[in-house]
């Protein structure tokens, strides 16, 4: 199964935070990292991103539930577009 080809280029500060902040931070923040990954800024979060999108993918992240097919989506066409912090 092939992602869809970008037809977007998402914002880091619009878009791509509020995906991390909504559904890992909790358990991945600075001083509360599970497994020592922190995704709480751009720097953590991009540092991160082939571990979390391979998790992500894979259903075991996060531990609540597999995220959207457009949550994916617009992850997949971020890191397609550069992983910018833009």
Not at 21 to 28: D, E, I, L, P, V
Not at 39 to 65: A, H, R, V, W, Y
Not at 69 to 83: E, P
């Amino acid at each position: 199964e092939h992602p869809l080809p970008c037809s977007t280029n998402p914002s880091f500060d619009l878009e791509i935070q509020n995906i991390f902040t909504n559904n890992c931070y909790g358990c991945h923040q600075t001083g509360n990292a599970n497994n020592g990954i922190i995704l709480d800024d751009f720097s953590t979060i991009k540092l991160n991103i082939d571990n979390s999108m391979e998790q992500i993918q894979n259903g075991t992240m996060p531990p609540t539930g597999m995220l959207s097919d457009s949550l994916i989506y617009l992850l997949n066409c971020w890191v397609a577009n550069g992983a910018l912090n833009n």
